[in-house]
């Protein structure tokens, strides 16, 4: 018979996992918006004063600036490369693929690495696309 004091723990234990996995998952994809957003900020923006391109802190400024009134959207787009990167490892990690023992570790991790890039190169196109279209949207 299960006793009801370690069933009720459990469950109050598994509830506060899923709760602080949810705060810590919404915090990372809107974190992951703003560092992505600015890192197109860095690159597509030219600051008028000197020429120069803008960098840290202030391409993250204006990159928050400029996603001010869409973070919805950001949330969702962050979420959707997260979902799709966790996807893209999961293969790997359940078989195991780097152990020396299969024989192919270096190919198999070689491809690992290739997919964990070809996300980020479609994650940074879309932030790209996202970037122009709040320009159009401010009336750059």
């Known amino acids: 018979m299960l006793d009801p004091v370690a069933v009720l723990l459990h469950a109050l234990v598994v509830l506060v996992h899923s709760t602080l996995f949810m705060f810590l998952t919404a915090k990372f994809t809107k974190w992951s918006a703003g560092w992505n957003m600015g890192l197109v ?4 923006e030219e600051d008028a004063e000197d020429g120069q391109g803008i960098y840290g802190s202030d391409a ?3 990159s928050a600036w400029y996603r001010k009134g869409l973070e919805k959207r950001d949330v969702w787009m962050m979420l959707m490369f997260l979902v799709f990167a966790l996807a893209m490892r999961m293969p790997c990690l359940y078989s195991k693929c ?5 024989g192919n570790g270096v190919l198999y991790t070689g491809l690992y690495v290739g997919l964990i890039c070809v996300g980020n190169v479609l994650k940074w196109v879309a ?3 996202c970037y122009h279209t709040m320009i159009v949207r401010l009336g750059f």
């Open 98 to 102: 780097s152990e020396s023992w299969s």
């Open 60 to 62: 993250l400024s204006l």
């Open 127 to 129: 932030c790209v696309v």
């Open 41 to 44: 900020v860095s690159v597509l």
